[in-house]
């Protein structure tokens, strides 16, 4: 009997030097995995490696910082991770909170470092790593933004005489550096200015301080030396009875901030009442005074009221489409000049329709008045209308007028045939239809308009029959053309084998079916029919004629 071995399969895991019950052979390292079975004599197989993955490691990124309000930090550096796979991703991260609550990550901002927008407020950054399946956050920086402080400097007192001290008021943070142009004796550390060491003129003062990461700088303005005062003469005043001497225009490019003071005399000893509503013309004198007591020179001023111009015109003309129109206007003693058109009290137009006209006056001081003259054009129109409107020879018809305006007719043409020349409505009867009639109209503001009609033939009663019967029953027993105002025709008639069988000028008698005085037999014959009318007018038509007995 043949006995049977059977074999345990066991793994261990050999790290820190040799295990009890587990036979390796010589030579191997740890950290590997072995096969062996039990008893005095076991299977021990080769070791199978099992790879570990090393840790991330070195993940850190530059220290906290200090920056200003709206302004960007230095970039934060983040150091050459280890460890892992060998291959890094990044995602940077930012929270306004803590250092160790909410964060959350910044778009695009996937780079070994980082390069910050600026800040309005403080935050926090840190850098996640990622190899495989490992992960790593590293250190948490902060960066601490200073509120950029509020800060002002002035001088209240400015302009400033030429003697003395002037004193700056400084508002928030303290302990920086007074600086200006050459010229303004300052202290760099207290902003007093010597007023009689300095250069008469106009300054900006510059303050720089530092507040925590910010440093920033401000200006105010000093005038130093006695003020200047600047006058300019208003404009003579046209229509009004007063003048405003205090208008800002009239002291425009003085020392800023002066007071005024307005007199009556060069000594400045009457001081002058309500200098805003000045009533008489004359000169008058103004001093300035600084916020320090520094006086200006006493400066004249002239002021000039002149009488306003006074223009008549017509408000509205009406005239009639193509006729000139003669404007007027009135200013006595003043001269009048028609914008874009010429001068003068009256002008000849020629509007093509609704205009409007300016007219201006301008007396000696050059004051003006305007006068607004609307011309209205009334385009009269007369019509004439016939009726029937195509009138038949020895018929009546009856013309009629019509207007867009108020009206009378004062003449119709030919006269001969009008013995009323004033009637609105004619009746006639007609005798020659190629005569034109005439009216001539005019309106109630004196338009005058002619219209004109020409007279036309209805054919609408002439015709020829297409078939007779002759019969001699006096009813159609004849072939010929019919209308009113046919006065001749000339009647050809042909059998259908193209012979003619008939002819005659005569359209009264016509054709009574014979030839040669022998009956023809009923059937289909041709005509041709060469007709004049009572215009004149002459046309020819073929066609076919039945003959029924």
């Not at 007074?178 to 550390?189: D, H, W």
């Not at 005239?319 to 206007?329: I, M, N």
Request: glycine share 8%; net charge negative.
């Amino acid at each position: 009997m043949k006995r049977k071995l059977i074999l345990v399969a066991l793994w261990a895991i050999y790290t820190q030097g040799i295990i009890a019950g587990v036979f390796t052979k010589s030579g191997r390292d740890s950290s590997f995995l072995h096969y062996y079975s039990p008893g005095s004599n076991p299977l021990v197989t080769d070791p199978v490696p099992f790879p570990q993955q090393a840790p991330i490691g070195n993940n850190t990124i530059s220290g906290d910082a200090s920056i200003c309000q709206h302004s960007s930090p230095a970039p934060l550096t983040g150091s050459s991770p280890t460890g892992g796979s060998g291959s890094f991703t990044f995602q940077w991260q930012s929270s306004t909170i803590s250092d160790k609550a909410g964060f959350a990550d910044i778009v695009n901002a996937t780079g070994v470092s980082y390069a910050p927008d600026a800040l309005s407020q403080s935050h926090w950054f840190r850098r996640i790593v990622k190899s495989g399946d490992a992960a790593d956050t590293s250190n948490a920086v902060k960066i601490t933004v200073d509120p950029i402080p509020d800060v002002s400097i002035r001088y209240e007192q400015s302009p400033y005489c030429g003697s003395g001290t002037a004193s700056v008021t400084l508002s928030g943070i303290t302990g920086g550096t007074f600086s200006s142009s050459p010229g303004l004796s300052i202290n760099a550390s207290t902003g007093a200015v010597n007023l009689s060491g300095s250069t008469p003129g106009s300054y900006i003062v510059n303050y720089t301080f530092t507040s925590g990461a910010c440093t920033s700088t401000v200006t105010g303005t000093i005038d130093v030396g006695d003020p200047t005062l600047v006058i300019t003469n208003p404009l003579p005043v046209c229509g009004s009875p007063t003048a405003d001497l205090t208008d800002t225009s009239i002291t425009s490019g003085s020392t800023y901030g002066l007071l005024f003071h307005y007199f009556k005399d060069a000594a400045g000893t009457i001081p002058l009442e309500n200098p805003d509503r000045v009533s008489v013309s004359d000169t008058y004198y103004i001093q300035g005074v600084s916020a320090g007591n520094c006086v200006t020179q006493i400066a004249p001023v002239t002021v000039v009221l002149n009488d306003q111009p006074v223009i008549t015109a017509s408000d509205t003309i009406v005239s009639c489409k193509g006729q000139a129109v003669t404007l007027t206007a009135s200013s006595p003693g003043n001269q009048i000049t028609w914008q874009n058109i010429g001068t003068g009290e009256t002008i000849v137009v020629n509007p093509t329709g609704n205009t409007i006209y300016k007219a201006i006056a301008i007396n000696g001081a050059g004051c003006t008045d305007t006068a607004i003259v609307h011309v209205q054009i009334q385009d009269f129109s007369v019509s004439l209308k016939a009726n029937p409107s195509q009138m038949l020879v020895g018929s009546p018809a009856t013309l009629t007028t019509s207007a867009n305006f108020t009206y009378e007719v004062i003449g119709w043409q030919p006269e001969l045939l009008f013995s009323n020349q004033t009637a609105n409505t004619q009746s006639i009867i007609v005798s020659d239809t190629t005569s034109t009639y005439s009216v001539i109209a005019r309106s109630t503001l004196g338009c005058t308009d002619t219209a004109s009609i020409r007279t036309s033939v209805d054919n609408k009663d002439f015709f020829i029959p297409n078939a007779f019967t002759p019969n001699n029953d006096g009813k159609n027993d004849h072939f010929k053309v019919y209308g009113s105002s046919v006065i001749g025709a000339e009647i050809q008639i042909f059998n259908q084998w193209g012979m003619l069988i008939y002819e005659t000028k005569d359209n009264q008698t016509g054709w009574d079916g014979t030839h040669k005085h022998v009956p023809q037999p009923v059937g289909m014959y041709v005509y041709v029919v060469k007709v004049r009318l009572s215009n004149e007018d002459t046309f020819i038509r073929k066609g076919t004629i039945r003959l029924i007995r």
